[in-house]
């Protein structure tokens, strides 16, 4: 299998090293102990937090890129969600309003809910509209830190249903999550993060 | 019309007030008179001292001795500007951020006003120089630790935004923009009060020292116009500055939030 995403060597003061080779359209589950560094591994993926070592997508190594570009291909999600403005629909571009329309309503998220303010929203909202607003450009990599945390099982059917069909258009994911079902239900590779290091499952 | 001179004997006078206001605590058990009489006299103490400075630096006359003294006021500045906000960065940001933007805001301003408009012969006498740098230094670091405290109070609370603009890949300058531009904004509202407020609510320090010192009114309005003038620009450039300087210590080469620079 080709890789999409390949980690070599990656490290920080508090964990690694890690290596990762994940295929296109493939999904790699994480578990663990909360504490033990997998959100630290996905944001070091991400290039948010200080760490060295190389990733590379499809052949390209990131630091041959300005890192928001990097970023906008390896787009991490994280578990509490980030506002920056008053508004939902403010978080979006403009000109994509309609298509964050339907994929908030593949997410079981009520169409009047787009228009409304941030503060209305529940926690479970936040995080499926911050699941819209990552895969809205459709990046070929997600990183995603337990994006059905907060959610109801009606809701995490969605979500999963969601990334299954893009990981089927190619979208490789390394997903984050807490619950061993899920890791089960969407990965094909699963690794258990014990104290900053990663083992396979 | 010369000014009217003070003798000790005036002042002294004066003096009885502060043992009225020890007379009324020790009566009202405030227990403040110790207090009260360390504040009178480390005020007499610091103000002679520096009234000496002044008339030994003026005597000199030297453009290097004048430089050495507002450099020394401005780290004195600094130290102030590190030291109020209630986040701080590890190590000595705080301070180089402070020195920096109050020394510029500062000297700009400064220069700008002696070679422009007041004019004295030469440009750098330290009776201009130093009282007017003094002014302006009061005010520019009162705007420098207004943003610098507005800045990294903000960041913390909207780490997660800033955060999460940042991983859909917009620039670091645009996801911390927001929050340069609150700061920015804190450190230019006091002026904006000032000036509103100038001759209506009070009757500003400099313009109530010339007219004691004889000169006509409309002649000491002049100078506080001018002041007030001075003051805003060197609040507005010690503000940007401050905020700048702070959000670019904030970041690294790869456009992180390096939040883990904060204490």
């Not at chain 1, 990097?70 to 994280?78: D, E």
């Not at chain 2, 402070?98 to 000297?107: E, I, K, R």
């Not at chain 2, 300058?173 to 531009?181: D, K, N, Q, T």
């Not at chain 2, 007030?228 to 790869?254: I, K, N, Q």
Request: hydrophobic letters at 50%; a neutral charge.
């Amino acid at each position: 299998m080709e890789a999409a995403l390949l980690v070599k060597e990656l490290r920080s003061k508090f964990a690694g090293p890690f290596e990762l080779n994940l295929g296109t359209g493939a999904c790699a589950a994480v578990t663990g102990p909360s504490g033990s560094g997998k959100s630290l591994f996905l944001r070091m993926i991400a290039d948010l937090d200080p760490n060295e070592g190389q990733v590379w997508l499809n052949g390209r190594e990131r630091t041959s890129m300005p890192a928001p570009e990097w970023r906008k291909q390896a787009t991490y999600v994280s578990a509490e969600s980030g506002w920056w403005a008053d508004m939902v629909i403010e978080h979006f571009a403009l000109n994509r309003r309609s298509e964050a329309a339907a994929l908030a309503t593949r997410l079981g998220l009520r169409d009047d809910l787009l228009d409304a303010p941030i503060a209305q929203l529940s926690t479970g909202e936040k995080q499926r509209f911050s699941l819209v607003r990552a895969l809205l450009p459709s990046p070929p990599v997600l990183l995603l830190d337990e994006p059905t945390g907060p959610l109801d099982q009606e809701s995490v059917a969605l979500v999963e249903a969601l990334l299954q069909e893009r990981m089927a258009t190619g979208t490789s994911i390394l997903l984050v999550t807490h619950d061993p079902n899920q890791a089960q239900r969407l990965g094909d590779q699963r690794y258990r993060m014990v104290a900053g290091h990663m083992e396979t499952l | 019309m010369n000014p009217i001179l003070l003798t000790p004997l005036d002042i002294s006078i004066a003096a009885s007030l502060i043992i009225l206001d020890a007379a009324l605590s020790i009566w009202l058990k405030l227990r403040l008179h110790r207090q009260i009489a360390i504040a009178a006299t480390r005020m007499v103490v610091q103000l002679v001292a520096i009234g000496y400075v002044l008339r030994f630096i003026f005597s000199l006359n030297n453009p290097a001795a004048t430089l050495l003294l507002i450099l020394v006021m401005v780290l004195v500045a600094a130290r102030e500007v590190a030291a109020r906000p209630e986040r701080r960065f590890k190590g000595h940001s705080n301070l180089v951020i402070g020195f920096v933007s109050v020394g510029f805001a500062t000297f700009v301003t400064s220069i700008l006003a002696l070679t422009t408009a007041i004019r004295p012969q030469p440009w750098f006498d330290p009776h201009y120089a130093i009282p007017l740098a003094g002014i302006i230094l009061g005010n520019v670091l009162n705007s420098a630790s207004l943003s610098l405290d507005s800045f990294l109070g903000s960041v913390r609370r909207e780490r997660h935004a800033i955060e999460a603009r940042l991983s859909l890949g917009e620039s670091y300058r645009e996801s911390i923009a927001p929050l340069v531009r609150e700061a920015i904004r804190r450190g230019l509202l006091p002026i904006i009060n000032q000036m509103s407020a100038a001759g209506i609510v009070t009757l500003p320090g400099i313009m109530t020292g010339q007219i004691l010192a004889g000169l006509d009114p409309l002649e000491a309005v002049k100078y506080q116009i001018l002041l007030m003038f001075l003051l805003s620009g060197g609040s507005g450039l010690s503000a940007l500055a401050t905020s700048y300087l702070a959000a670019w210590r904030l970041t690294d080469e790869r456009q992180r939030l390096r939040l883990d620079r904060l204490e």
